[in-house]
């Protein structure tokens, strides 16, 4: 059984940056695929971005490809998710997940799930 903790959520001026991270315990972290969702107020889980297990396959959401960076440091059983010149529409609370098998954009291919950090980002 995998247990995910997030950290590094919190309020953010447009334009600013923060670093998500995501620990993993309970099982043998790399050999999983990770990802970061996120959902807004009022709407649903999206994706965010994807790592695989060696870090060799990436994706991201359209819209923050290019202001947001996936990584993952496998010996210390973590991911994070680096996001510069945020917007206010980035605001939500996201999640780190993980699953076994390649890359999936869809919440319900991901078995295991963080309880989520608030990411709220003022104009």
């Known amino acids: 059984q995998v247990q995910l903790q997030e950290s590094g959520g919190g309020l953010v001026q447009a334009g600013g940056s923060l670093r998500l991270s995501c620990a993993g315990s309970?099982?043998?972290?790399?050999?999983?695929?990770m990802a970061w969702f996120r959902q807004p107020p009022g709407k649903e889980r999206e994706f965010v971005a994807s790592i695989s297990w060696e870090g060799g396959t990436i994706s991201y959401l359209d819209s923050v490809q290019g202001r947001f960076t996936i990584s993952r440091n496998n010996p210390e059983n973590t991911v994070y998710l680096q996001m510069v010149s945020l917007k206010p529409e980035d605001t939500a609370v996201y999640y780190c997940?993980?699953?076994?098998?390649?890359?999936?954009?869809?919440?319900?291919?991901?078995?295991?799930w963080g309880q989520g950090t608030q990411v709220t980002v003022s104009p």
């Open positions: 997940a993980a699953r076994s098998g390649p890359i999936q954009r869809v919440p319900i291919a991901y078995k295991y």
């Open positions: 309970g099982g043998t972290f790399n050999d999983y695929t």
